[in-house]
């Protein structure tokens, strides 16, 4: 999620699809092809069975005030869980053809039975949990790769595979992305779009503290939550909270990422840094520079670190030891947020473009869109095992999975 201090997204009367428009939107010429360096390390999935990363994650901090007009603005007093996302501008999502095939679902109670949402190729079913909803393909038309679109969350900012129940984990920001109010939660959802639980972890009903969740991370059975300026644990599988890990002049910890020795890396967006956190839970810087252009999505990738800035259309590659930023490939717009590797190249979701970008490991292959028209793309997930890439549309408070190939 874009959060800035002019005119753009979470300011009044901005919070919309139409997500920000910047200088950094001037035509180049060759921003659809990507470079590489001989070397590149292939594929590499953390040796450690669970050892995973939501691989994206949030946006520049707006000052308090702003982004509550902005909130304001779109009707959310930040912690309705219950909002209608179809009475928004954010109610329809693209296909890799960029024909809608789905409708946001509505947010209301709980109903029974499915029900028509007036889309051929759709229905709408309840999840379970009050006030969420889900829409999937219908089976007259045997249209299995019809994206599934679930509502009801609260400003989701980013979703995590869990690699030994296979559920997906989301995280909700619940009111400003910034602010210590103690009214955030993380969800669970089965990947039919069963939400199996809302609200699983909370601040506001457990005996500790969760303000504005965003990146997640695993390692072993321990689920890292970045949060302001600390960062979170709980256990994987209880959801008992494990203790917190204050990070040192940090101002809006974003995205993590593990490597495979167990150290998890954290992006702070306002700082232009990058932070590691040791199994012992030791925190040290790993870099500070400006060219991050506001780190958001991290991914560790044996050993280099993957990173995008919001207010930047590179992906940038560096060295987990003595750290220094490569030029790896240039995006057609900007405003990134989450970044995940796949078999065979890397995903990452942009605002600007309002899209999710797949950029080859093949030097020849441009730069390709593979979901578009999709407002407010926030910390994205790969699912390889159903071949579909994860999307929490934070301004319109629903998650969307979207079928995708990696060939």
Not at 318 to 334: E, R, T
């Amino acid at each position: 999620m874009p959060f800035r201090t002019f005119d753009g997204p979470f300011r009044a009367g901005a919070l919309t699809d139409t997500s920000r428009r910047s200088a950094q939107q001037e035509t180049h010429a060759e921003a659809g092809s990507s470079a590489r360096i001989p070397d590149e390390p292939a594929s590499v999935q953390a040796p450690r069975a669970c050892v995973t990363s939501s691989g994206h994650a949030l946006h520049f901090a707006l000052t308090s005030l702003a982004l509550t007009l902005a909130l304001s603005a779109c009707g959310d007093d930040g912690g309705d869980t219950t909002t209608d996302a179809a009475t928004t501008d954010d109610t329809s999502t693209g296909s890799t053809t960029g024909e809608p095939t789905t409708a946001a679902p509505t947010t209301g109670p709980t109903s029974t039975g499915a029900t028509s949402t007036g889309e051929p190729g759709t229905s709408t079913t309840s999840t379970g949990e009050p006030g969420t909803s889900s829409t999937t393909a219908d089976e007259t038309t045997g249209d299995e790769n019809a994206p599934i679109v679930v509502g009801g969350f609260s400003h989701p900012e980013s979703i995590l595979i869990d690699p030994v129940d296979g559920v997906y984990l989301v995280s909700n920001i619940g009111g400003n992305p910034d602010a210590v109010d103690d009214n955030g939660f993380i969800s669970r959802v089965l990947p039919d779009g069963t939400v199996e639980g809302l609200q699983w972890i909370s601040g506001e009903t457990g005996d500790f503290t969760l303000d504005a969740p965003k990146g997640m991370a695993i390692v072993d059975d321990i689920l890292y939550v970045a949060d302001i300026t600390a960062v979170r644990k709980f256990d994987r599988v209880t959801g008992e909270h494990l203790g917190d890990i204050e990070v040192e002049g940090a101002a809006f910890l974003n995205d993590l990422s593990p490597d495979a020795d167990g150290n998890v890396y954290v992006s702070d967006t306002n700082t232009q840094s990058i932070h590691k956190i040791d199994p012992q839970d030791a925190v040290s810087l790993l870099i500070t520079d400006d060219a991050l252009a506001g780190p958001n999505g991290l991914y560790v990738d044996g050993s280099v670190v993957m990173v995008v800035g919001y207010n930047g259309q590179n992906i940038w590659r560096m060295g987990l030891v003595d750290p220094m930023p490569y030029d790896f490939a240039l995006l057609p717009q900007g405003g990134l947020d989450g970044i995940v590797r796949t078999s065979s190249g890397w995903l990452v979701s942009s605002w600007d473009g309002e899209a999710v970008y797949y950029n080859s490991d093949i030097i020849q292959r441009d730069v390709e869109t593979v979901v578009e028209g999709i407002g407010s793309p926030a910390d994205i997930d790969y699912d390889s095992a159903n071949s579909r890439v994860l999307v929490p549309r934070l301004l319109a408070d629903t998650i969307e999975f979207h079928h995708f190939s990696d060939l």
